[in-house]
């Protein structure tokens, strides 16, 4: 099947500092990306769709300004999270479709905000 | 808007024993539905999927999957159960149409004991 990549795979950083995480399908064309936030034992919240030229889409509640999502190339996708805090750790997902409608998953990164 | 839910949270079960796990969603339009299975460290696979036809569908490692429309319902299950399937399961939905944005049930945990 189609592979996606993340990195890195975990991070820990100062408060107010900022964090970019990078999700790569390495083997198929995405213009479409998704991330999705899972806190422990619990499901994966999607944050917003991230699509290759033009503005991302995000969830209602999700902070726009906070999580800046950048789509480079059709197989790069950036997420920045912005003057991290500790509330911000968690584990970010990203996902990309192929063309016949089936998500792969990266690994995921850990993010702890000290 | 649409929901999934997934009744087990924790499932316990020896090894041999059948399982079943719900799954349910709220959406009366068409929709893809999905089984994700997440092994304890590892990112999210997918273990089958449903788009149309026959409503019971195959996945692999022996699962399988029936898709009741009138009950809404995509229920999950294996015969006999290995210690290796140890994982949390999610179920998804797909609306079509809907920009390829998957909402994904709050996960079932299942622990196989030896």
């Known amino acids: 099947g189609a592979v996606v990549s993340q990195h890195p795979s975990w991070v820990i950083c100062k408060s107010g500092t900022s964090v970019k995480i990078e999700c790569r399908s390495l083997d198929f064309q995405a213009t479409t990306m998704f991330w999705y936030r899972q806190f422990p034992k619990q499901s994966l919240m999607l944050m917003a769709t991230?699509?290759?030229?033009?503005?991302?889409?995000?969830e209602q509640g999700v902070e726009k300004d906070k999580f800046l999502i950048n789509h480079a190339s059709l197989t790069l996708s950036t997420l920045t999270v912005t003057s991290a805090h500790p509330e911000d750790s968690s584990f970010y997902i990203c996902?990309?479709?192929?063309?016949?409608?089936?998500?792969?998953f990266g690994p995921g990164t850990r993010l702890t905000v000290l | 808007a649409q929901s999934v839910s997934q009744h087990n949270h924790h499932v316990i079960l020896s090894e041999a024993a059948s399982l079943e796990l719900g799954c349910n969603y709220s959406?009366?339009?068409?929709?893809?539905l999905f089984w994700y299975v997440q092994y304890p460290g590892q990112h999210l696979q997918l273990l089958l999927k449903y788009f149309s036809g026959d409503p019971l569908v195959k996945g692999i490692k022996g699962f399988e999957a029936e898709f009741i429309k009138s009950k809404f319902s995509f229920n999950l299950r294996k015969p006999s159960v290995q210690w290796s399937d140890t994982a949390e399961y999610f179920c998804a939905v797909l609306l079509t149409g809907g920009g390829n944005k998957l909402t994904f049930g709050t996960g079932t945990q299942l622990k196989v004991e030896l």
């Open positions: 996902s990309a479709p192929t063309s016949y409608n089936e998500q792969f």
């Open positions: 959406y009366g339009g068409t929709v893809n």
């Open positions: 991230s699509n290759e030229g033009s503005k991302a889409t995000y």
